[in-house]
């Protein structure tokens, strides 16, 4: 794409007449500096009235009291609707289910359920708890049984790497669907086109529930090389180049991930997209400058 269809996306995206949905994902703080972190960014973007913001739970239900805590906090200190985030590792069924109803308990009416990542690490093959879920597709019928809560699951748009066909990841987030989920929210991606492929396969599948695309401003390419080739996410030679030789220079990282993010998320909204989950890695500047160049703006500003 030239700089000037770029812009000329931008420049779209700005002027549409229909804000677009944002959400926002947080991670649970480990500590009372990051915690610190996490409540200005949060505080800096509730103004934008997302949909809801969500609360990973860490590898192994390690983060299981943090995300509860900050879930919590969420309920009774905001406006905002959470999402807790929920996976099937290293529970069984009673404990998982003691958790949803925990969440009923403190007001939370939506949960991300995911069957998470294996214990042993990201390529490692994948083996259920001998009591738990096996996958998410049982933890949403379980969430659901649990109480009448809105779930959002995740989708893979360049497949899961554990998923050997694209017709079996299909069948799988239709099994979720049907158990009671509602949305799927994307794993993150790079280049708009594989989301576009991924929607057009759904829509041939006959699947209508909405997808949400997963937004990563990527900041350093370095970090980000081990998650990908452990989710199956393609990081494209362009964008590694973009931050070549810019490891000592964060300023300058961070300006190169808002450019282009931002035209990420306004070629996605010339394509008719309409909603947008971000992965805020707990900051908000970013976010925040993105959400502007897409048209999000806050509910005193918008009006
Ligand atoms: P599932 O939908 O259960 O399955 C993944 C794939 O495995 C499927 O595509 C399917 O094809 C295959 N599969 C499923 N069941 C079977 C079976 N019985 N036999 C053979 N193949 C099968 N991880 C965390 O630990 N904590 C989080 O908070 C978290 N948040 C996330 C949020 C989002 C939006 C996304 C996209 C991912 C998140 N993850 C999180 C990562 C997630 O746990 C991993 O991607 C995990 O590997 C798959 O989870 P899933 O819910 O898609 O799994």
């Not at 502007?292 to 703006?297: A, K, T």
């Amino acid at each position: 794409m030239s700089i000037a269809h770029a812009h000329n996306l931008i420049a779209e995206a700005a002027e549409r007449l229909a804000q677009p949905r944002v959400s926002f994902e947080f991670f649970p703080p480990k500590s009372e500096a990051l915690e610190a972190q996490l409540w200005e960014s949060i505080r800096k973007l509730e103004p934008l009235s997302p949909s809801f913001v969500s609360v990973t739970y860490g590898a192994g239900g390690s983060t299981r009291d943090r995300t509860h805590r900050t879930v919590s906090r969420i309920v009774d200190e905001t406006s905002l609707k959470p999402a807790a985030h929920l996976t099937c590792v290293g529970a069984s069924r009673e404990e998982i289910d003691g958790v949803l109803r925990d969440y009923w308990a403190a007001g939370v009416r939506h949960i991300v359920a995911l069957r998470g990542d294996p214990p042993g690490g990201l390529g490692t093959p994948y083996e259920p708890h001998p009591e738990g879920y096996a996958s998410a597709v049982d933890l949403v019928a379980g969430a659901k049984r649990a109480g009448d809560f809105e779930i959002s699951v995740a989708v893979h748009p360049e497949k899961h790497p554990a998923s050997a066909t694209w017709a079996h990841d299909i069948e799988n987030f239709k099994a979720k669907l049907a158990n009671g989920a509602t949305r799927g929210v994307s794993q993150f991606f790079f280049d708009a086109d594989v989301f576009l492929r991924f929607r057009d396969r759904l829509a041939a599948a006959g699947v209508d529930a909405p997808i949400v695309p997963g937004i990563m401003p990527v900041t350093n390419v370095k970090g980000l090389k081990k998650m990908v080739d452990g989710c199956g996410a393609t990081l494209p030679g362009w964008l590694v180049r973009l931050f070549d030789g810019l490891d000592d220079d964060p300023d300058t990282r961070r300006l190169v991930a808002a450019a282009t993010t931002a035209q990420l998320c306004a070629h996605l909204a010339s394509e008719g997209v309409e909603d947008f989950h971000f992965y805020t890695l707990n900051r908000a500047d970013l976010t925040l400058a993105i959400c502007r160049i897409i048209g999000v703006r806050a509910k005193e500003q918008a009006a």
